[in-house]
């Protein structure tokens, strides 16, 4: 008999090793998809955007019919009401003294239905990925696994390395082999936008079985709509993501842009620019702060707002900003902007994302200030773009919010939760 993991590392080695050779054991009947169990570590969106996709794609499953369970360390009572609303089941395994709350998500759920099994496993990235793996292998070898790939890792860490800087490629490696172990093992593959699916798709390519991969575009939400509200007066440039990346998100570059767009700012115009930065994590806090503060040298107003889960929050962040940046130097999708798309709220976007390929590839008519280059060679020509691009949203509020309200409309009649559900059902019911 194999001996158990002991711990959570050695329990994801398992896994990897088992991902090189087929399990023979596993049945070969399949029965038709009606139970979903999505492997998570939060219902509410406290740790980015792969919650905020869970949680989203859960309900969708809900909507169309089919029994949606997400699987997190901890219930609340409050998110278990939330997401009763939605007729979506939140579980949880049970507590183990000395195991993390997420070392738990290796232990059988705890389901309110007896004998209930799901029929797909679903698990995020290299983040959730082992645990939906260790799920599958466990305890329901006859469900089909589907691994979300959310990042690219090679093209991140190079986002995060700077000039001159150390090299990060013994990290880089190690995370991109987990991704690809995680991806050859599931069932289907499914990567957010066309960016990160062209990357994991020729990831996998050589020795092996050949993997099925699917794109999965999320659908915009339903946050509210921007163009009835009023205008707001402050300039407010907002940036939402994790700023302790500041390099890679290209905060450095939106500093200098908006330092430009000050030193030019007329004497007599009222309402200079003001940099809002949400999700600074407590302990980045003093070094995005210090960073911040050699760019701007107290010439440009800026605020630093902490990580929240409050939809309401994020949705007065949006409400109150002329226009949402998101500079970075890489991006495997871009959830912050397409959320600003979805809420009408004016948008800059890295033309390295999955976002902006999906607006090339889709043909539809986005403005050139829509979407902008975050190559820096040199860093002053970048710079340059992103505040000619800012000043143009400042000086034209009125043009850019109707633009968005445009580009709004044509990417909902391209995709929507339901179209998105609908796909990945039909996927993999189509599987051998």
Known sequence: MKESPRTTSEA???????????????PTARRPIRRFLLVSDEWRSGRGGISTINRHLAIALAAAGHEATVLVPRVTEEDARVASAANVSIVA?????????????LLRPIFGEKGW??????????????YAAAQQRQFFPGARRVHL?????????????????????????SRRNLEIDLARSADLVAGIGPLLTETIRDDLLGPGAPATVMEFMPGL???????????????????????????????????????KIMDEWPRGRSHPPVLVIRGVPDDAADDVKRKLDSIFDGRVSYTLRPY???????????????????????????????????AGVPVLISAESG?????????????????ISTRDSPTRLAVDRWADAIQAVLDDFDSARSEVTSLRTSVGRLV???????????TLQGLP
């Open 12 to 26: 994801i080695a398992m896994i990897r090793q088992e991902a090189v050779s087929p399990d023979t054991s596993r």
């Open 149 to 173: 790939v959310h990042t690219d890792a090679e093209s991140l860490e190079a986002a995060k390395e700077e000039h001159g800087g150390t090299s990060t490629m013994t990290i880089t490696e």
């Open 117 to 130: 099994e799901p029929d797909v496993i679903i698990g995020h990235g290299r983040a959730l990925g082992p």
């Open 93 to 105: 395994p049970p507590r183990i003294p000395g195991l993390s709350e997420k070392e738990t998500l």
């Open 221 to 259: 939400r339903d946050l509210f709509d921007a163009s009835t509200t009023r205008a707001p007066v402050k300039n407010r440039v907002l940036f939402i993501g994790r700023a302790d990346d500041f390099h890679s998100k290209g905060i450095d570059l939106a500093a200098e842009a908006l330092l």
């Open 416 to 426: 929507s939760w339901n179209s998105v559900t609908e796909r990945l059902v039909a």
């Open 355 to 371: 976002v902006a390929q999906f607006l090339s590839e889709s043909h539809l008519d986005t403005s050139p200030r829509s979407v």
């Open 308 to 342: 929240t889960d409050s939809e309401t929050v994020l949705t007065h962040d949006l409400a109150q900003a002329k226009v949402l940046i998101m500079p970075s130097r890489h991006e495997g999708f871009g959830l912050a902007a397409f959320e600003a798309i979805s």
